[in-house]
């Protein structure tokens, strides 16, 4: 049994099987459908339900609000249809739309940034062009292992792409890159995904928020929007648990000497000694540093808490919803965790 799911945008309905959600099959179906975890995490595929019965798997708070479910709003990805539907995607304020590719690649470059994150750069051997906007993720797969979500850091168009891997405790794959994987190695790429892009259209002052490798994304859109416009206000914060834990000052403070309208500050959660940097949590340290920031574009990304805590902060202080553009880093770890919640 299937019922028909009348896509807004789309000129003919979906079937969806019985059991089956509104995204999967819009994408088994090889329609677009704006799409980011597929796990009721991030946000990415909240869509409006017009007629119908859907039932909703488990899904996290952040991704859809109490106050947007009341409004009338699903997450795509966890809708099962009980009935006929209509339904609408969320238009993105400045769609982009860049072809998926599968890329084979070779490593070029392994360096270590931290006791824990190793930055890897890739070279794209076969299936290019790959076109994606800054901030976006790709898929990536490590000699045979399970495919792993990394942001690129690099700019949209560099030769070389660039991901910043974490080992996580437990975490085979990050602990493979960061132990075993080798200069030529084959890897391969498939992507981009998400919607946590830099805005072109926004010529307003950018916050741009990192914890730990979120700092990857953040490199990219804060390149890029240099590269767009050198004189606009960007305000980037990093925050790690500590001095070890930081990478990348350096670049950012030469990155400051030529475009003094960048500025940074650095945020240590957890360090007892040091007095070089300010200590405590980002959000809090947000919630300090400005009164409104109703004209900025807020671009986060990092691990979910983190992630959850700052918006919760911005909301406070008058970001618009439309302009935060957030990406959680969820672990498999984190994934697992709410699965056993929600179970
Ligand atoms: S794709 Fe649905 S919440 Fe992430």
Known sequence: MSFAVNVKQYKTPLNVEMGDTILQTALNSGREYPHGCQS????ACKSRLYSGDIQMSPYSEYALTQEEKDSGLILACRAVPWSDCEVAYLEQDEI?????????????????????VTRVKLLIKTGGPFDFSAGQYSQITFQGLPPRDYSMANQ?????????????SGGKISAFVNKNL?????????GPYGISYYRNNHTGPILAIAGSTGLAPIKSIIEEALKQNAKRKIYLYIGVRDIPDLY????????????????????LSES????KYRKGYLADAIANDFDNLN?????LAGPPIMVETCINQ???????????HADAFYTEADKALMAEKYE
Do not use: W
């Open 182 to 190: 080798k200069v030529g190695d084959a890897v391969k790429v498939k």
């Open 96 to 116: 982009v739309a860049h072809p998926l590719r599968n890329l084979n690649c070779v490593v070029t470059d392994l360096e270590r940034m931290t006791h824990d």
């Open 295 to 299: 004209q900025t574009k807020v671009y």
């Open 156 to 168: 949209p168009g560099n030769k070389l792409l660039e991901f910043h891997i974490r080992e996580i």
């Open 40 to 43: 009721g995490n991030c946000g």
């Open 248 to 267: 990348l000052v350096e670049y950012f403070k030469r990155l400051i000497k030529h475009h003094t309208a960048l500025s940074l500050n650095i945020i």
């Open 272 to 275: 007892k000694e040091s007095n």
């Open 314 to 324: 911005l909301r406070k202080i008058g970001v618009r919803d439309e302009n935060c």
